[in-house]
């Protein structure tokens, strides 16, 4: 021991008093730095009882139940006849119309407007096309405005005339030929009339689907009563011209994408071709593909 502390104080200088603290404090700091190992070897592994916590979760989920056994939300919805000029807002809701369309109904209503067909509650804005799919039978309306003319009567050897839908063109189209098809109000009238725009125009009729807020269905009815004319050529920007903000506002380029178009043009000089584009790593071929027909290198 005298050994001992004699190399202790040769070696950090220590007094006598401060050798004997130290002798005291080593074991001390031997048992701390090796406590949590050990007692996560010889306490952790043992195997955990959690049957008490398991009979509480148990008794939670009985209860749990039993309240909700017959509550609204566990039960499938049932539909039920209806007619829109008449529901009540309770009616409404339960059908699984939501709470703001079920209030632009009733506006509609108190302002005198009036569902003809079924068709009709397409109208109000926000109304879900495939949840109308679902209540469409259920409707208390016929599917077409009956029309009667006692004037004139139709030979039955005389073949009826078709009916041929006027189609507009979709990049020449106002809000007001817009907003005469079904589900189309003044808002999405002008998103789509917005979205052309800023893509410098459509080119195909699946671009429809790119518009927010238009649902399917919607789409299906637009494509009926628009065309795209196949000799349009869309508004090109010119990637030797156009600036770093120009390229992020258009809606096929993100941010990021225009600064590595600009970056490149600023390493590797002028395009030569629309192909060059095919070199930047951060442009995949999905989004080259689409973007081509907006750009240019020409002058």
Do not use: C
């Not at 209540?135 to 005339?161: C, H, M, Y």
């Not at 508004?235 to 992020?248: H, I």
């Not at 590797?268 to 240019?296: C, M, N, R, V, W």
């Amino acid at each position: 021991m005298n050994r001992l502390k004699a190399w202790i104080r040769s070696i950090f200088g220590f007094s006598g008093t401060e050798t004997n603290a130290f002798l005291i404090l080593l074991p001390l700091m031997v048992i701390l730095i090796f406590f949590q190992p050990i007692y996560q070897y010889w306490f952790v592994r043992q195997p955990a009882d959690f049957t008490t916590q398991t009979k509480r979760l148990d008794s939670l989920i009985t209860t749990f139940r039993w309240k909700h056994k017959d509550s609204v939300w566990a039960k499938p919805r049932e539909l039920f006849p209806f007619n829109p000029n008449q529901a009540t807002n309770d009616q409404l809701s339960q059908l699984g119309i939501s709470s703001q369309v079920v209030n632009r109904i009733i506006n509609y209503r108190t302002k005198g407007g009036k569902f003809l067909v079924k068709k009709d509650l397409l109208k109000i804005y926000g109304m879900d096309s495939l949840l109308y799919q679902k209540l469409a039978p259920f409707i208390d309306l016929p599917e077409v405005t009956e029309v009667k003319n006692t004037n004139q009567k139709i030979s039955a050897s005389k073949p009826k005339e078709k009916t041929t839908v006027k189609k507009y063109d979709l990049n020449q189209a106002d809000t007001s030929q817009l907003i005469a098809v079904y589900g189309i109000g003044s808002k999405l009238s002008g998103r789509i009339i917005s979205y052309r725009e800023k893509l410098g125009g459509f080119i195909s009729l699946h671009q429809l689907h790119e518009v927010y807020g238009l649902d399917s269905m919607v789409i299906k009815e637009l494509q009926k009563k628009f065309y795209i004319n196949d000799q349009f050529i869309p508004r090109q920007l010119n990637l030797n011209k156009v600036s770093e903000k120009e390229l992020a506002q258009h809606p096929y380029i993100k941010f990021k994408l225009a600064q590595a178009i600009k970056a490149y043009s600023f390493q590797h000089g002028k395009f030569q071709s629309i192909d060059d584009l095919k070199k930047i790593a951060l442009l995949d071929e999905a989004t080259f593909q689409k973007i081509k027909p907006y750009f240019t290198v020409n002058p």
